[in-house]
């Protein structure tokens, strides 16, 4: 178990940066919402392993508020942009 955590980590950390990327590049408002949706999520899994790693449970509290967050949020664009499609 202790040599996959690094790996999980890596890999997660690649995906960010590829959702960062897509952020940036759009080229639609939606592409962009969801790649901030897919941001959380991801922050959310790397929080988690390093909880894993350290036993820190407090962290967790702060793992469910970002992806109550992040859900919240995408649920806002989704409904400024059904409001802004409308018009």
């Known amino acids: 178990m202790p040599a996959v955590l690094p790996l999980v980590q890596a890999l997660l950390s690649v995906a ?4 960062f990327s897509r952020l ?3 080229p639609h408002l939606a ?11 991801i922050v959310v899994g ?3 392993v390093y909880v894993i790693q ?7 509290d702060a793992a469910i508020v970002l992806a109550l967050i992040g ?7 989704a409904r400024y942009l ?4 409308r018009r």
């Open 16 to 19: 960010l940066l590829l959702t």
């Open 24 to 26: 940036v590049r759009g």
């Open 31 to 41: 592409d962009r919402v969801v790649a901030l949706d897919l941001t959380a999520l």
């Open 46 to 48: 790397l929080i988690a």
């Open 54 to 60: 350290t036993g820190e449970a407090a962290l967790l």
């Open 71 to 77: 859900f919240l949020s995408t649920v806002a664009f």
């Open 82 to 85: 059904e409001r802004r499609i």
